[in-house]
Structures are given as structure tokens and as C-alpha cells.
């Protein structure tokens, strides 16, 4: 039987969609909402999405869960009166600031009080100012800006499974903050930015580095060079209004505008894309002819990075090695560039244009510099370059393009198709699998890793041997992946990781999208890119090649691993620890017994009770100072006792005591 | 040892009480708090680790209720009712002769010394004793500012003859 509404007076059929929200919007009609993404569960909160119901009344449209024959109004007068209450009151307590704000042009609430007409605020402003969080290189958080839609708490947990920021306290008082008010820096943000983007005002916006950049352009002595990932090419025109076919115009009208900006040499991230497939493909055959760590993870996200480095350390061997095309591209610029540009190395000012708000994280690692000295100087966002592009007023519809520089300018489809989640999979596959064309396309030989899913798996022959493949998007996903892995319910090879949902076109430095139809769009563009390529695979890339033979030797050479790859750490995911002892001691030795999950699993508590009563019996009680810590992040190694700094692994109650009693004779 | 030791004992009791089921963090945290007399950062976020749930969740939940608390309270928790009942019989007399005894300034609940802290409550449920408050447990009915300062003063004295 056809299930149908009536909106507005018209017959509306429907079939599978979720709620009357999604109905009416297929309908044309933008209801407003803050927090309702097709992405994340319903919840309900912001009310602006109300209709009425005929024999309900007024229902949120999110939440409203669809019957046949319903009849809907979306435009009453009461409704509409409704809208601007809720949009008043929420202005009412909002920082106004329009003008100075990161967000303004895309703030849903300016759009929605200009939609809405609302030209008078009826309520007395009672706006307290809180303070800004700029603790991290990626993000900055302004309180005073949010509307309490809980859409970034809700993606955090959701589809990233982190929940660094989480709602605090009730009523008026209610926030949205990392754990104990904490700055974003202490919580466990993996700076991924998908918060901001799905936050509807200024309350979270990636941190600007632009003005920055601008006074290394005006310094004279500088050099400043500059390189564009690929998926900012697919994007950037949103903003202009201006939607190329294959993201070739819109990377050529870039370089024109960097140029003009005053850039002394525009490259581009496909280039050192095309090397980090080179290297890591080289990598995991390497890894698979030796028996080495397997399956092999992807490195090139840092917030993937990041999330491993946090949660699964007992998985760090199993990322590449490999740096990301950014780190690749920042060492590569720094060893050749001074000469060629014939400039001092502390003139040479690196910058890097991203998709993305962790690869500003990224730059400040500190495997990432050598000497002290930074490989990348600024990390800018598309959004961020944008601005740059109004500010010095280029009409970029209109602007000619121009080429790229040389010798980091040249690249290959497979470089390109790296911002689309399955590309790097896409790409290592044109490396490793030497099989025949067949008259196949080369640009589609390995499409079948293509696709919209969080979590695709692929199998393929390579030599004889059954290469199982994950691509996964959303660090969820990943989480599952993990679990599943430990748990030995499945297995793979080649594991593809993208912390943002569709890859890095998704990312959160693009300009803001809501819609997922923007997503699909920015992913055709970069294929589209790949096929009007020349080349398709990465190891072709003749100047790559160069590169190796003049400084680097050979893929995977002890000179390559220099520059081209990393380390990683496990990362303290909780600094606190909880004092046992009743006084603080002087001359003592502290002991930490790990009481993370997965010490406590193996008997922490046993091993603490014995050493409690080793300590007391002994005549050490006034000279050990005890404590519980919350991960020793050795925990492949369980259970652990840290003794005076010194960490016992797989320790007993007996080695514990030794480790103490050998203390206490230092003495 | 100690009785830090065997309060953090009491935690790691409860959990394994619990299951360590995330579903039961709220009755986790009451005896948490029952043990310590507020909720430490640093057992929360114990609590959270172990439970496997992000510490912002945690901070959530602790921050929501009232009952909860994260500011570690006096040795004696006095909680004065000043619902309607109490209301209109003079509760806030009460309250403010509570305060001056102990010297409390605007915002202040507990007093330096840590001995007590005081709470008003929406309403005991003991209408019929109004005004009402709740030393330690106790009820005390029909009270005034001169009784209740006895109280107070009553309570000192133990104090002092307990050191």
C-alpha cells in the first residue's frame, strides 16, 4: 500500500526515509535545525524543526517517527513565531560578535536570524564571556559562541568513538567541555576537527594560521614556499561558487593565487602523496617477503595516528613507518630547496595547504624536526587559503590557471586520488600488483576499493599469496577493526585508516559542507582528476625517481628512511594518579602500580595488597610512598609497577619487592 | 596502611560489585562518594578508565546531579530544608544563623576547618516538622536559629573533646 503525507495541502509519498524531517526535506522545504545530521543519532534539542501534527500538535520533525496519511503544516503562523522565540533566546545568550568571528558567512545561527527575519532581540542580553580555549595547534573553542546543540559531542562519541567533549553540568548552567573543564589539550582530541565542522556557530573553528603566513611573505629575507594537498583542489571552489569538472582548474587557478600572493614556489602534495606510496607499497612488501608486522596500517591520517598512539599502543608496529605526504613533502623541502632557491636554510619558510585541522598537530610533532629546526612552518586550511583569496580581493572564478612548480609539483593520478577514503589502498594496490593492463584502464584496474561505507573490505592475489584489504573511514570503524583483530575474529594484510568520514576531502579544514551530496561531489572530482592524469601510478612519477637517485638512493635505503619516515610513541592518555599513602613521605620511593583496564584485568589489586603489606611489615613503612596510576601504557606487557621511575613489566608481588628493597639499600 | 589505601580499595570493591558495567556508574558513583564524601578527579577518571567510557562522560554524569559532588565537603553535612513548608515558617532565619555560627560568607558551604558543610535542600519530605534540617542523618524538627546554633555548639564541643 502507498504510504503518503500531506504537507502543506500537497500529497507527499514516502518510503524508507528515517523521520518526517528527512520527508519534508525531500520536499524542498529546508526546515531549520542545528542539531539534527543524517550522520549522527536524533536528539531533539534545538526544536527548530517543529511542525504541526494534525490531532498531535506541534512535533519535532527529527524525532517524529513517520505514519501514513499524517497530515503536517511547516509554515503556521505560530510556528513561525515559535522559530524566532527560539532563535531570540538563543542570541540572547550568544556572543555577538559577529564581525570577528571565525564562522561568520557560515554561522547557521546568523543564516537562520537572517532567514528568519528577526530584526530585534526581544530578551536583555545575559551573555557571561568565558574564556577562549586555544590550547591546541588545531582548534579553538569559544564557549560564549554555543548553542548547546550537542552535535560535537555526539559525532566525538559517535563516530569517532573518542568523547573528548562532553556536556557539564544542568540547566542554565549546562556546557559542552573536555572532562573536568580541562583545556582541549589535556583531553584525548585527536584534532580531527570534525567538531567544528559540524558545529553550526563559532564555538569550535579551526585555528587560524593566516596571519602568520602573511608576515613571512612580507619579510624580505624569507623564502617562502608553499604546497597544496590534493583534496583542497576539490573543494576550494565551493566558496567561490565556482564547481570544476575534475579539480584541474581549480589546482591551476590556485597556484595563480598563491603566486601572486608571493609565494616563491607553489608545489604540490601529490607529488610527496606519489613518494609515500612508493615508500610505504615498498614497506609492506618488505613486510610481507620477512614476515614482518602484519597487517600493515596506514600513516598518512594524523588523528588516526594519534587515536593508535592513545588507545592501542600494542598496535604501533603495525603503522608504517612511512611520515604522511606533508612530512615527506616538509623534510624533502628542506634538504633541497635552500639550494635551489639559493636562500640560507633559516630563511626557508614551509607551508603546507590541508584539508585538514590535525595535520596542524601533525607539523609540531617532534619527529618531525630535525636539529630543532620544524619541517613545516604553517600548516594552512582550504579554509584558511580561501581567505587568503578574498583577502588580497582575486576573483577566482575568473582567474587564469597556472602550472605548478618543479621538482614537487609533478604527480600522478595515484597522488591525487590520495583525499578520497581507498585511494592510498588504490594506489599502493598500482605499486604492488604487477598485473598486465588487460586493456583495463589503468585509472580503474583497482576501483573495486572505491565506494561510500565506513568499512570495505577487498581481497586480491598478489603472487599466489590472498591479500585481504580494509579500508575504513571514521575512527569508530577503526576501533572495530582493531577489536576484531585482537580478537582474531578476522584478519587482513593492508589496513587503510581515515579518521574523517569519505577521507580527507571530508576533512575539516574544507569548507564547511552539510550535506552529504558535497562529499560525493568532491570524491568524483579528484577520479575524475586521476583519469585526465598522464600517469597512474605512483613509482612512474619521473621526478620522484630523480629524487631518489639524487638524494634519497632507493625506496626503503637507510637514506630514505631518514627522510622519509617516523616514530611513534605511546601517548598518556590520563596523567592522574591516585595517592595511596595517608602522609607524603620524605627520603622516599615512590611506587606506581598501574591500575589501567588491562593491568587490573591481570591483578593489579593482588599485587597492590601485597606489596600494602610487605611495605608495613618491613621497616620501610615511612620510606615508600604508594600510589595507583592510571596506565603505565605498557600494557601488552601487564601487569606493571613502576619502582623509583623504573617500570617492573610482568611483575609479581615478589619482583616488586625486590625492585624496592634494592631502592631502599641505594640509600 | 592507611586510609587512602582502603578508601581506593572500597573504589576497586564497588567496581568489581558492579561488574564493571558501564550502566551502573551512577549507583558506582554514590558509593564512591559515600566512601570519600565527594567524587576526587583522579577516581573518576580511575572510574572511567575502568569502566572503558570517556572521563568527559564521567564529568557529565557527576556534574549533572546535584547529589554529587566534586569539591570535597566538611566532616558533618548539615542540610536544611527550605522547601515550602519551611519556607513560609522561617527557613531562611535558619539558614542565615547557620551561616553567621559558622561564618560563611555568599558562596561558601563548607567551612575552613573542613568540620561541616551545609546544604539546602528543596524538601525532606517532613513537612509536618517544619522548619526542618538533617545533621549527619538526623532529623531535627521545628527548629529555630537559637536551637539550632545549641546544635552546632553541642557538636564543637565533641570536637574538641575528641582531640
Redesign the interface.
Known amino acids: 500500500m502507498e504510504k503518503y503525507l500531506t504537507i502543506n495541502g500537497r500529497k507527499v509519498l514516502f518510503d524508507k526515509e528515517k523521520n518526517l524531517l528527512e520527508v519534508i526535506r525531500k520536499e524542498n522545504i529546508e526546515l531549520p535545525t542545528f542539531c539534527y545530521h543524517s550522520e549522527l543519532s536524533v536528539y531533539g534539542s534545538c526544536r527548530l524543526c517543529m511542525v504541526e501534527v494534525e490531532g498531535k500538535g506541534m512535533l519535532s520533525a527529527c524525532s517524529t517517527p513517520l505514519e501514513s496519511e499524517m497530515i503536517i503544516r511547516t509554515n503556521t503562523e505560530q510556528i513561525i513565531e515559535m522559530r524566532k522565540i527560539i532563535v531570540e533566546l538563543l542570541l540572547a545568550n550568544h556572543d555577538r560578535e559577529c564581525t570577528t568571528c571565525a564562522k561568520s558567512g557560515t554561522c547557521q545561527l546568523q543564516t537562520l536570524a537572517r532567514r528568519l527575519g528577526i530584526d530585534e532581540i526581544r530578551f536583555r542580553n545575559v551573555i557571561h564571556k568565558k574564556p577562549k580555549d586555544v590550547s591546541t595547534y588545531a582548534l579553538v573553542r569559544e564557549p560564549s559562541k554555543c548553542v548547546l546543540c550537542g552535535d560535537c559531542v555526539r559525532f566525538c562519541?559517535e563516530i569517532q568513538s573518542?568523547?573528548?567533549?562532553?556536556?557539564?553540568?544542568?540547566g542554565p548552567n549546562s556546557i559542552v567541555?573536555?572532562?573536568?573543564?580541562k583545556n582541549l589539550e589535556l583531553?584525548?582530541c585527536v584534532y580531527c576537527g570534525q567538531c567544528s565542522r559540524v558545529c553550526p556557530t563559532g564555538a569550535i573553528a579551526p585555528k587560524s594560521e593566516v596571519s602568520a603566513v602573511w608576515k613571512a611573505l612580507s619579510d624580505t629575507k624569507k623564502k617562502v614556499i608553499i604546497s597544496i594537498a590534493p583534496a583542497v583542489r576539490a573543494a576550494i571552489g565551493e566558496v567561490f561558487g565556482f564547481v570544476g569538472e575534475n579539480g584541474t582548474e581549480a589546482a591551476g587557478k590556485i597556484a595563480t593565487a598563491l603566486k601572486s600572493m608571493g609565494f616563491s614556489k607553489v608545489f604540490d602534495i601529490s607529488f610527496s602523496a606519489d613518494m609515500t606510496i612508493v615508500e610505504e607499497a615498498n614497506e609492506f612488501l618488505e613486510r610481507i617477503k620477512n614476515n614482518g608486522t602484519i597487517p600493515m596500517f596506514t600513516s598518512c591520517c594524523p588523528a588516526w595516528v594519534k587515536f593508535v598512539e592513545q588507545y592501542y599502543p600494542e598496535f604501533l608496529p603495525n603503522l608504517s613507518t612511512c611520515r604522511s605526504p606533508q612530512g615527506m613533502y616538509g623534510s624533502v623541502a628542506r634538504r633541497i630547496m635552500p639550494e635551489i632557491l639559493e636562500v640560507p636554510k633559516e630563511n626557508l619558510v614551509v607551508v603546507s595547504v590541508m584539508p585538514c585541522t590535525a595535520k596542524k598537530y601533525e607539523a609540531r610533532r617532534s619527529q618531525l624536526a630535525k636539529d630543532g629546526v620544524v619541517d613545516i612552518d604553517y600548516v594552512l586550511t582550504t579554509q584558511e587559503l580561501a581567505l587568503m583569496i578574498e583577502e588580497i580581493g582575486l576573483r577566482f572564478g575568473d582567474i587564469k590557471p597556472s602550472a605548478f612548480d618543479m621538482p614537487l609539483g609533478f604527480k600522478t593520478g595515484g597522488g591525487v586520488i590520495f583525499g578520497n577514503s581507498g585511494g592510498v589502498t588504490e594506489a599502493v594496490l598500482r605499486y604492488v600488483v604487477n598485473t598486465k593492463s588487460d586493456g583495463v584502464d589503468d585509472a580503474e584496474r583497482f576501483s573495486f576499493v572505491r565506494g561510500e561505507n565506513g568499512l570495505r573490505e577487498a581481497k586480491i592475489n598478489l603472487d599466489g599469496r590472498e591479500l585481504r584489504i580494509a579500508v575504513v573511514y571514521g575512527l569508530k570503524n577503526a576501533r572495530k577493526v582493531l577489536r576484531d583483530i585482537k580478537t582474531d575474529k578476522t584478519r587482513y594484510d593492508f589496513i587503510e585508516v581515515m579518521a574523517c568520514p569519505g577521507g580527507c576531502i571530508g576533512g575539516a579544514g574544507q569548507p564547511v559542507y552539510t550535506d552529504l551530496v558535497a562529499r560525493r561531489r568532491r570524491t568524483k572530482v579528484l577520479y575524475e582528476n586521476d583519469k585526465i592524469m598522464e600517469l597512474h601510478n605512483p613509482q612512474d612519477n619521473p621526478y620522484v625517481q630523480k629524487l631518489y637517485k639524487e638524494h634519497l638512493d632507493k625506496p626503503g635505503s637507510r637514506k630514505a628512511h631518514e627522510y622519509l619516515h617516523t616514530s611513534y610513541k605511546c601517548k598518556k592518555?590520563?596523567k592522574?594518579?591516585?595517592?595511596?599513602?595517608?602522609f607524603a613521605h620524605d627520603s622516599n620511593v615512590k611506587v606506581n602500580v598501574c591500575?589501567?583496564?588491562s593491568c587490573?584485568a591481570k591483578g593489579s589489586?593482588e599485587i597492590l595488597?601485597h606489596i600494602?603489606n610487605f611495605?608495613?611489615s618491613e621497616k620501610c613503612k615511612n620510606k615508600v610512598d604508594?600510589a595507583?596510576s592510571?596506565?603505565l601504557e605498557k600494557c601488552s606487557n601487564g601487569p606493571n609497577t613502576k619502582v623509583a621511575g623504573k617500570t617492573v613489566e610482568r611483575c609479581t608481588s615478589e619482583t616488586v619487592e625486590k625492585a624496592i628493597l634494592d631502592e631502599l639499600k641505594k640509600d | 596502611?592507611?586510609?587512602?589505601?582502603e578508601k581506593?580499595?572500597t573504589v576497586?570493591r564497588v567496581l568489581e560489585e558492579n561488574k564493571f558495567d558501564k550502566s551502573k556508574l551512577i549507583p558506582i558513583l554514590q558509593a564512591v562518594q559515600e566512601e570519600y564524601r565527594y567524587l576526587?578527579?583522579?577516581?573518576?577518571?580511575?572510574i572511567?578508565?575502568?569502566l572503558?567510557?570517556?572521563?568527559?562522560?564521567?564529568?557529565?554524569v557527576a556534574?549533572?546531579?546535584a547529589h554529587f559532588t566534586?569539591i570535597p565537603k566538611g566532616k558533618h553535612i548539615i542540610r536544611i530544608c527550605d522547601g515550602t513548608a519551611c519556607h513560609v515558617k522561617k527557613s531562611a532565619a535558619i539558614i542565615n544563623a547557620v551561616k553567621k555560627k559558622l561564618k560563611l560568607k555568599e558562596n561558601e558551604i563548607t567551612t575552613k576547618d573542613m568540620l561541616f558543610t551545609i546544604e539546602t535542600v528543596a524538601c525532606l519530605g517532613a513537612c509536618g516538622l517544619a522548619p526542618v534540617l538533617v545533621i549527619d542523618g538526623e532529623v531535627h524538627g521545628q527548629m529555630s536559629p537559637e536551637k539550632v546554633v545549641d546544635l552546632i555548639d553541642n557538636m564543637l564541643k565533641q570536637e574538641v573533646a575528641k582531640q
Open positions: 562519541d573518542v568523547g573528548a567533549l562532553g556536556f557539564a553540568n544542568r567541555c573536555p572532562s573536568f573543564g583531553s584525548e592518555r590520563f592522574e594518579t591516585v595517592e595511596l599513602s595517608d591500575f589501567g583496564s587490573m589489586k595488597k600494602v611495605v608495613e604508594i595507583a592510571i596506565c | 596502611m592507611g586510609a587512602n589505601y581506593f580499595e576497586c576526587p578527579q583522579e577516581v573518576l577518571t580511575f572511567s578508565s575502568s572503558n567510557i570517556s572521563p568527559a562522560k564521567v564529568y557529565g556534574t549533572f546531579f566534586l
